[in-house]
């Protein structure tokens, strides 16, 4: 029986085949998402993986239902899997804010889901890293936010040579709709099918680009001439100064390329991308000011911010630089048993270095000698022990440093002298 | 917007109200799962969320149907969240077990989905540490799994006055089954239908599981009788042996009530109680040692073994007992910013603060100083560090111990002489 197309099974190293999702590498990119986003002063989160549809369809409208993994539950409620954390996070964030000190600094590791024409690296789950900031207008929270995704690449060993933030903002793309537009048509609809005319720019057919900008008033050479201009706002100065002043000017430059496709964002956006240009976007994000009043239903007004980035182009980024460090899953002590009469007092002692913290291995029945030596040597243990009876009857411990392959017998009292 | 019903929210700490859930207590849990599992040398494993709905029904046949979270994707494909890990690690061992060294020792803490009906403490989600042994036919790895069940109970401070494992045999009551029917009907429906009279009896009234057994030949007082005589086959006194030279024999007693409800298991099988008998299961599992066969149809044929250990009764149990660690995430360091003008300097050092690992907060806009020392308070940082100048204009910090009270001016040069 197979899993799903889109799915992944994540295999303990050494993988059998290069092809297959390794656990550890996955443990390895979590543990420094986690580690960076608690030295930022971020705490965990999380929430269902099932949520009610409406969630998604308020904030993305009823096209989003397209995409997702939704369905009727046995309650005939309409249900689906989450396809990205920030609507439950605003939620959450709606129902208990006044218990919270602002700002407020969440991140989360939550799995996403969503229902895609099958193409390479395009999953149908994925893992995100979700960090977010509510509660302050001021840009010093983006850039707060924005130095957050920087150090998250920069802990798994990506310089400036591998990456780079394309900072952009919707206000600078809404001023200039508006000029266009003579205020007439802003906040309407004509405004985000605009922003998505310029999200698609760099993959679509200029011609049709430029078709759909005519028909809105606009045409693509003006647009190319705003982008390459490329004038920061004040609210953009303000976070290269920031970024600048922690010496991580070289990792962003502004780019109003970037839009971000999601109808909610209403101050600066960025994407991470590599380099070379090879991959999708590492990760991206900005600022929605209206999400958690939306969400509410308008009960609770907070500002917020927020970046994802996913752990499918990650991996194929540090697989591509070289940076998925070895394997390493220490096995400190492996117990050799030879002498079926000392396995109970062998039990003993394994149970006494795993209590004292040690991660130890030893042969479930008994096995020639030379077996289990081989075990120890394939899981990599740092030593192995050996109890053994002395000449005159009493107990000894044999104990072997495979590193070194030093050697030495002691009398063995207990686990205590071995640690 | 509300979540679904029997869906948990996990907040950071310190919590708003008392019956929300800790994202701060699941980490401490999940944090001591892992630990204990990699000192018994277990490697981590994971797969996906949601499977074909055969994989479910395989196993446990289409009665299942009506208790899971089962819907047909926009592929068309019958697919259901899972209910439980092992027939997805029996999959996934399946495919690859030639490539790993026996015996395979995994273990992994997914989130499982079960619709069923509202009640206290019953959620339609929850996590599970799942640990598994697969290729090892001998008791010595069953007690190897036990073992590891109880650790990581103890790892979380309980005791042999907080729980006990009642373990039973499978083998124990298919003899019983065989000498009531005389081989008949052995391996036959009837054998589970048994099985199912003696996993309700705790829960049944009498005279109900009376008649039921009578219908297949037994009675109830025979039945309580061989319960009540408990004597260990050969594989369970050999398991007590070795938990007993591990100094782990208090932890467990041969209970057959336990028989375990699903119909895969084989040989010995158990559960985690508390001792009190207030709570449900903490933990079961057993052998199962032809369901690599069924779920590869019949490629691979592989002994396993394993439990399931959720995080819910585990939570209301460490409750109980007082047994919650104190709230506790440090903040190193609270970066005081009182003089606007070292606000870029005040960037620079908590930038290299926290790229030398520690975890740093200030506050992103201007504030008066004794606000933000209180904040620096709540969040129970170790010490504040202010930049400032000295009379003649150089560049100072001044760090105060927030524990002792004690503080220090010192000439600022740089970041490392502050770590």
Redesign the interface.
């Known amino acids: ?5 889109g ?7 050494p993988l ?2 290069k092809d ?1 999702w390794s ?2 590498v ?2 390895h990119i979590f543990d420094t998402w986690r580690n960076t986003a ?4 971020f ?10 549809l ?2 998604f369809t ?1 904030k993305s409208g009823d096209e989003i239902v397209g995409q997702l ?1 939704n ?5 005939d ?1 309409a ?1 689906a ?1 989450r396809p990205e954390m920030t609507p ?1 996070l605003a ?2 964030v709606a ?2 804010e ?4 602002k ?1 407020i600094k ?1 991140f989360s590791i939550p ?1 996403l ?1 969503r ?1 895609e024409r099958q193409q390479k690296g395009r999953l149908r ?1 994925h893992f995100q890293l979700n960090a977010d900031i509510f509660g ?1 207008t ?1 840009p ?2 983006d850039a ?1 936010l924005m ?1 957050l995704l920087i ?1 998250s690449l920069r802990a798994l060993k990506l310089t400036a040579d591998d990456f780079v933030i394309r900072l952009s903002s919707r206000n600078a793309w809404h001023e200039f709709f508006k000029r266009g537009m003579r205020n007439a048509e802003c906040g309407t609809e004509k405004e985000y099918e605009f922003y998505t005319i310029i999200d698609k720019l760099e993959r679509e057919d200029p011609s049709q680009s430029d078709a759909k900008l005519k028909a809105l008033g606009f045409s693509l050479d003006e647009v190319k001439k705003f982008i390459a201009a490329a004038t920061p706002t004040p609210e953009l100065e303000t976070i290269l ?2 970024l600048d ?4 000017g070289d990792f962003v430059k502004i780019d109003y390329n970037v839009i971000r496709g999601l109808a909610y964002y209403t101050g600066p956006v960025f994407e991470a991308f590599d380099k070379k240009g090879e991959l999708r976007a590492i990760a991206g994000g900005g600022r929605y000011d209206h999400l958690v009043k939306l ?3 308008g009960k609770v007004d907070l500002p917020g911010l927020g970046f994802g980035m996913g752990d499918v182009v990650l991996t194929e980024l540090l697989k591509a630089r070289g940076l998925v460090p070895a394997f390493d ?1 220490p ?1 400190d002590v492996f117990c050799l048993i030879e002498d079926e009469s000392l ?3 062998s ?2 002692l ?2 006494d270095l ?2 004292a ?5 030893y042969p ?2 008994p096995a020639k000698p030379d077996r289990q030596f081989k ?1 120890a040597v ?2 990599g243990a740092t030593r192995t022990l050996r109890l053994e009876r002395s000449a005159n009857g009493d107990v000894q411990v044999r104990q072997k440093n495979l590193k070194t392959r030093e050697e030495k017998v002691v009398p063995y009292t207990n686990a205590a002298s071995l640690l």
Chains 1, 2 share one sequence.
């Open positions: 029986m197979e899993r799903l197309p799915f992944r099974d994540f295999y303990p190293e059998p085949q297959i656990a550890d996955r443990n608690r030295r930022y002063g705490r965990e989160y999380d929430g269902p993986p099932l949520e009610p409406e969630l308020t993994y369905f009727t539950d046995k309650g409620r249900v899997l439950t939620r959450m129902a208990h006044r218990n919270y000190r700002p969440w799995q889901f229902y789950e302050e001021d010093a929270a707060e130095a150090d100064k920031n002043a922690r010496g991580l969400v509410s239903g899953a096995t396995r109970a007092a039990l003993k394994i149970q795993r209590a913290g040690l991660s130890v291995e479930f029945v075990r394939e899981l």
